[in-house]
């Protein structure tokens, strides 16, 4: 049984009367151990998809149309609220994009840490516990740190700070949604590294989200590409960089900045993301691929197995 | 800690002498003083009348006078009211007590109330708690302050459940101690509703707003996702991050307070330092208005510094500054 399986799910914005599809048919899993990448330019629904594994999508203006998330093979989307407390944390812990703004201003980085311990392993809330913590995530002179608040670090540690209020439940799955993107470009390979680090010691899972492919081969295991609500390609890490299948990939790995060659502009991807309410009918992708056919306006392709293990939403992903 | 409080206080002394200097300057500019009635009266001579002027210097040019003045002050000497024949010091400290009393009854109302159905409303936005919490709100705003004292009056004249106007009955010294009380109750509950009106309704609606910023913010989602309960996430996390705006409202709610306690105390007739003033003023009592209108800036400042102390106690952000 894998860790996380999220099946078919569904999920709507409401606006007004409005509902607007923001996740749609999203199929996700995760096995024990693995560390998934998920991909794609910003607005397509990737944090979105993230926060529902622990159901933390607010509702309203959120609503769970369809699908199921299987945590342990129990369904988050059908949990109690104590149960959904136990899961969150327990078996599902996050960090976010900006660290300055996922702690909170006003209380010491101790007592963030110390919270967590309280709640999934009261025996263990101790100021010995959170340095062992602290350490464990390379802060340097950690019984000075441990009554320090957020302001008085720098971002770096923020996030290192972060990562072990994570830990300090000891989770199966840490969901790192763009851990790196407010950092600087030298911080940036550190934090990396530190998860990789802490993953080989501890043994969890990771779901990396990421729009830069370019991580994507020292991180992951698999790869999961998602456009405009929907995953769009499925892949092994290797292969996937190797010979991406749907024409979306092929364009991200284009828009990919490369350290070796001398091309200072990267080729984004033209035209504009569609917006939530505005995805065209037919294939998402269509109005800006460069090998679209007239069918792609017209029918919606289904994720499919094309190849052993690379699961691909393209009519003509055989054929391309 | 301690050099912020001491530099904090240091600014308080420029701030007292501008308001002083300005006092003189503006009184100076009016025609007369108290003695000005007095040479009406064909029992006092005019030497007896040049040398109670000259007793308070009002022979001398205005900026003379506040030097005397300042130099009396510094040795905690506030002057004589002729109008009152007693010392200027004694007749402030009665008055400020009243006022301090309504003033502190008024705050401690309004923020109890108003913060809990600020909260309220907040978690549960757009329900109907929410929507008679922003009915209150509008309400006590568009109201002046004139208005409700005069209908607090009204209501108290009508339906005799509140003695109408003053903060003790004429039987006073006759009570019992425990009858006293009650009386002194009595007569404060009145004004303090009226004073505390606008202020709840400010303060309401700030502490509504901030609690929305602050449940929208990112370490919400953080706190959520450690597993928290709903409830501890908002009494501690959001709760904590939405009253640190509202401390430092704190001390510019205390200058309305005094604002609004100056017209409550001269319509209800409530025996304050802005009733003293006022009266001070249209008798042209100068050493009193000086000491009235010093000592409100002085409650201004006062105000503004436990604001601030407040406010720094309660984040950290500012406290290591
Ligand atoms: N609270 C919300 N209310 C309405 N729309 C939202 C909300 N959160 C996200 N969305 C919309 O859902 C879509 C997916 O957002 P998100 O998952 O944050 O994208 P990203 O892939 O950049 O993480 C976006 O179009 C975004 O505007
Ligand atoms: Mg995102």
């Known amino acids: ?45 990737k944090s979105v998809t993230a926060l ?65 311990l309280k709640l999934h392993r009261p025996e263990k809330a101790t100021d010995e516990e959170v340095i062992r913590l602290l350490k464990l995530v390379g802060i340097p002179a950690p019984e000075s740190r441990i009554k320090d608040y957020p302001h008085q670090m720098s971002g770096g540690m923020q996030q290192r700070v972060m990562i072990a209020m994570a830990l300090a439940s000891e989770p199966k799955l840490l969901v790192a949604d763009e851990p790196t993107t407010a950092l600087d470009v030298t911080i940036q390979a550190q934090i990396l590294d530190l998860l990789l680090d802490l993953k080989k010691r501890m043994g969890m899972s990771i779901l990396l989200i990421t729009h830069n492919l370019g991580i994507v081969g020292d991180m992951a295991d698999r790869v999961a590409v998602m456009y405009a609500g929907q995953v769009v390609e499925m892949s092994p890490a290797l292969d996937l960089l190797r010979r991406p299948l749907h024409p979306y990939t092929k364009a991200l790995m284009n828009s990919v900045p490369k350290l070796s060659s001398n091309l200072q502009r990267l080729s984004a991807i033209p035209g504009n993301v569609p917006t939530l309410g505005n995805f065209p009918s037919g294939c998402r992708f269509y109005p800006r691929c460069p090998s679209a056919q007239p069918e792609c306006a017209n029918t919606m392709p289904q994720l499919v197995e094309v190849e052993p293990n690379r699961w691909v939403r393209c009519l003509y992903a055989k054929s391309l | 800690m301690l050099s912020f409080i001491i530099k904090r206080l240091l600014h308080m002394i420029p701030i007292l002498l501008g308001v002083s200097l300005i006092t003189f300057f503006l009184m100076a500019l009016t025609p007369g003083d108290y003695f000005t009635q007095l040479s009406m009266n064909p029992q006092i001579s005019p030497e007896k009348l040049a040398q109670l002027r000259a007793e308070q210097h009002l ?46 009854a008024a705050t401690l109302l309004a923020w109890c109330v108003a913060v809990p159905l600020g909260i309220w409303a907040a978690v549960q936005k757009d329900s109907w708690v929410d929507r008679l919490c922003s009915l209150i709100a509008f309400v006590g705003l568009s109201i002046p302050d004139v208005l409700l004292a005069l209908l607090a009056l009204m209501f108290a004249a009508a339906t005799g459940l509140f003695p109408v106007g003053g903060a003790q009955s004429s039987l006073y010294d006759l009570m019992s101690p425990g009858e006293q009380i009650w009386d002194r109750l009595h007569h404060l509950i009145l004004p303090t509703i ?56 704190f001390g510019y709610s205390l200058a309305g307070l005094l604002s609004g306690a100056f017209i409550v105390e001269n319509i209800m007739a409530w025996p304050g330092l802005g009733r003293l003033t006022m009266e001070a003023l249209s008798a042209k009592d100068y050493p009193l208005v000086v000491a009235g209108v010093v000592m409100a800036a ?24």
């Open chain 1, 1 to 45: 049984m894998p860790l996380l399986e999220i099946k078919n799910l569904k999920l709507d914005f409401i606006a007004g009367d409005k509902s607007l599809r923001a996740v749609d048919d999203v199929s996700i899993t995760i096995n024990a151990g693995e560390t998934v990448c998920l991909v794609g330019e910003s607005g397509c629904g």
């Open chain 1, 52 to 116: 529902s594994i622990a159901r933390l999508v607010p509702t309203p203006p959120a609503r769970y149309v369809g699908g199921e998330i299987l945590l342990n093979g129990r369904d988050v989307l059908k949990m109690s609220k104590t149960d959904l407390r136990g899961i969150r944390g327990g078996v599902v812990s996050y960090i976010f994009q900006d660290p300055s703004a996922s702690l909170n201003p006003v209380f010491r980085i101790g007592n963030q840490i110390k919270e967590s």
């Open chain 2, 59 to 104: 022979d001398k040019p205005w900026y003379i006078r506040y030097l005397y003045w300042l130099k009396d002050a510094a040795h905690g000497n506030l002057g004589y009211s002729a109008a009152y024949k007693a010392s200027v010091s004694d007749l402030i400290t009665s008055r400020l007590w009243n006022t301090f009393l309504l003033s502190f």
């Open chain 2, 194 to 249: 009226v004073l505390a009106a606008s202020e709840l309704a400010g303060i309401m609606r700030q502490m509504r707003s901030n609690m929305l910023d602050a449940l929208r913010s990112e370490f919400v989602t953080t706190a959520r996702a450690k597993g928290i309960p709903e409830g501890w996430v908002i009494y501690k996390h959001v709760l904590r991050n939405a009253i640190n705006p509202l401390l430092t409202i």
């Open chain 2, 298 to 321: 002085a409650l201004l400042v006062i105000g503004n510094f436990i604001a601030d102390l407040l406010l720094a106690w309660s984040d950290p952000r500012i406290r290591l500054k």
